[in-house]
């Protein structure tokens, strides 16, 4: 658990470093390129940045919903595995009992 907390803060510092700092402007050398073509290029970049992190977060929490849940279902499976240990503990004493009365 403490591992893929350190991994998800490295992966959520490289997005929000990515996405903050590299904004890459395409600009080509027609003279069709105007200050709105690049202006409309920066507010998508910023916009996509958003969204990417808003599907990191949401991703993150997808993540911890199926932690919860698989910790329930292991801690389900332990319960019926103690439960069939112990009726298996409690039948080899009975198993034994009536040995040691048949001799």
Do not use: W, Y
């Not at 993540?63 to 801690?75: D, E, F, H, P, T």
């Amino acid at each position: 658990m403490a591992n893929s907390k350190r991994l998800f803060g490295v992966v959520r510092r490289k997005l929000l470093r990515r996405s903050q700092s590299r904004i890459t402007i395409i600009r080509s050398s027609a003279p069709e390129t105007t200050q709105e073509d690049i202006s409309a290029v920066k507010i998508q970049s910023f916009f996509r940045g958003h969204l990417a992190r808003r599907a990191f977060k949401a991703l993150k929490s997808l993540v911890k919903l199926q932690a919860v849940a698989r910790g329930v279902l292991v801690r389900r499976q332990a319960r019926i595995a103690l439960h069939c240990m112990h009726a298996l503990a409690r039948l080899q004493v009975r198993v034994r009992a009536r040995q040691l009365l048949s001799h």
